[in-house]
């Protein structure tokens, strides 16, 4: 791989032993492109803490990818965070993504000990010391609960200076938000990559709903021409795999530092997008 450039595909650990059974198969297919790394997302509260584990150790031990596991620390207490730490270390598991979580609804007030992501940095270094590397998330448009971009960009980088090695970013569809976080950030001392998180398009209505949960704007013309695709899938498809190539092209033109798929457990809108780029294998 890129020594420079670094890419990587997220997944999320599944209910059903179907549902686990391809995403293995899926993890498989992308291994074969020789990714930096796998990672596979928490429920914050604890919700997938076994799903997140199982399924961490055997796309780490049975695929042979590194895998990195998502910790967030909204409802987990200190010493539930720790003993996944430890399970985690001593399974030689090396990278973790350090996150503070959302509890779903009805999960009810946060309960756990740390109340935000850059406690949590601080704590996995107490911990464990220069053991993991450890990924942050990064918001180039702002996340959706901060008052200001401002503050939410200092809030950045207090978890790069608690100690995170490097961040990943939600996603978006217009590139100038990332070189604009990027270069406030650098402004601010921040010196570590922080890559572009990228979500293939494959599903408008899925897609508008959860993009406006999670504050990622899709830009007027692009949410007007999905529209107009209305149940066309296979146009939604081609026209998403067009602008995220071209986004993405842009992206690594300017100097990104890698690139890191939401796959959604799906590898073809994914491996579509890397083929585009001519990406090493
Ligand atoms: P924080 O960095 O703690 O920020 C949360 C909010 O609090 C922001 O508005 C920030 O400005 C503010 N804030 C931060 N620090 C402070 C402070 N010290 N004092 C006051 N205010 C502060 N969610 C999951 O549940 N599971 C996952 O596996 C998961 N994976 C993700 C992976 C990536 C790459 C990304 C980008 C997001 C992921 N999320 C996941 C979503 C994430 O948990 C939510 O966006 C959550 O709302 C914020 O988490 P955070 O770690 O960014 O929080």
């Known amino acids: 791989m890129s020594q420079e450039r670094r890419y990587s595909f997220e997944f999320f650990p599944t209910k059903t032993d179907a549902g686990h059974e391809k995403l293995l198969n899926v993890a498989r297919q992308l291994a074969g492109y020789n990714p930096d790394f796998f990672s596979c997302t928490y429920g914050a509260g604890g919700s997938t803490r076994d799903r997140t584990l199982n399924t961490v150790l055997q796309l780490d031990g049975e695929v042979k990818v590194p895998t990195a596991p998502h910790l967030s620390c909204v409802g987990d207490s200190k010493a539930e965070l720790r003993e996944l730490l430890n399970t985690y270390q001593s399974n030689g598991i090396q990278r973790i993504v350090a996150l503070r979580g959302d509890l779903p609804s009805g999960m009810g007030m946060a309960s756990g000990e740390l109340r935000f992501a ?127 190539t071209a986004m993405c092209e842009r992206l690594l033109q300017g100097g990104a530092p890698g690139l890191h798929f939401y796959t959604l457990n799906q590898a073809e809108p994914s491996l579509a997008i890397w083929h585009n780029l001519k990406l090493p294998r």
């Open 118 to 244: 850059n406690e949590l940095v601080e704590f996995i270094r107490a911990e464990t010391g220069d053991h993991f590397h450890i990924e942050v998330a990064a918001y180039p448009e702002a996340h959706p609960q901060a008052r200001s971009f401002e503050t939410d960009l200092n809030n950045f980088v207090r978890k790069m200076q608690a100690g995170a090695d490097s961040a990943i970013t939600q996603y978006f569809f217009n590139a100038d938000c990332y070189f604009h976080f990027v270069e406030c950030a650098e402004k601010l001392g921040v010196t570590q990559p922080i890559v572009p998180g990228i979500m293939p398009i494959t599903n408008y209505s899925k897609l508008a709903r959860f993009s406006d949960a999670c504050g990622a704007e899709i830009p007027r013309w692009i949410r007007k021409q999905l529209e107009a695709y209305g149940d066309d899938i296979d146009s939604i498809q081609a026209f998403g795999e067009e602008v995220i």
